[in-house]
């Protein structure tokens, strides 16, 4: 009984821990918008020629207070996310973060909504990792990091992937039969010119 009973007091402590004690939620961090700031700046963004997500050359920019912006560049894409910061409106002491994204490659095609979600995915952990002392983690920054944080407005989904590339399709035979329809008609102007153009037929010599 008294194992029973002190199971049943643990599961109580940790239930009154989760609903109101741990109710933060994973887009804000236990520390003033200053500090976090300051380590966002200033975070490790590249290290030996590398970046976070490869290849892509990162520069970081602020406003020296509450805003700091990591934009990545390669010889085909360029994107930047800035990321926002204010006071927690249940804890001043706590900073809450928002991370939006623009640009992208014009190798993105139909899927630029998936390749942007994906790009926001590795910049808020590395956000996450940098505000929270630890190491980058590759495994963590296709999407589990994220997955507590609210969405940006851009729909990164798959199903929407299929259905702009099948609309692309769509649009691109639609540009070919009109191009198709386009030279015949060029081809049936350029016969009747040519036979309006002949030398006319004197018919008194033929007489």
Request: net charge negative; charged share 25%; proline share 2%.
């Amino acid at each position: 009984m008294k194992l029973l009973a002190a199971g049943v007091l643990a599961a109580i402590a940790a239930a009154c821990f989760y609903f109101f004690v741990d109710r933060r939620p994973a887009d804000v961090y236990t520390m003033p918008v200053a500090e976090a700031y300051e380590r966002l700046s200033h975070a490790d963004l590249m290290r030996d020629g590398q970046s976070f997500v490869g290849t892509m050359q990162f520069t970081s920019s602020g406003n020296g207070r509450d805003s700091v912006s990591w934009n990545g560049t390669t010889s085909h894409a360029n994107r930047t996310c800035k990321i926002g910061l204010a006071p927690w409106s249940e804890d001043e002491r706590q900073t809450k973060v928002s991370v939006n994204c623009s640009g992208g490659a014009v190798s993105d095609g139909a899927a630029a909504g998936m390749a942007h979600k994906f790009f926001r995915f590795a910049v808020i952990e590395k956000v996450d990792s940098t505000l929270v002392g630890r190491l980058y983690d590759e495994a963590r920054s296709h999407g589990s990091t994220a997955a507590g944080w609210p969405g940006d407005g851009v729909d990164g989904s798959l199903a929407t992937a299929q259905s702009n590339a099948i609309g692309m399709m769509q649009d691109a035979a639609r540009a070919q039969r009109e191009m198709e329809q386009e030279d015949r008609v060029r081809k049936e102007e350029a016969k009747w010119d040519e036979f309006y153009d002949a030398d006319p037929i004197d018919y008194e010599d033929q007489l």
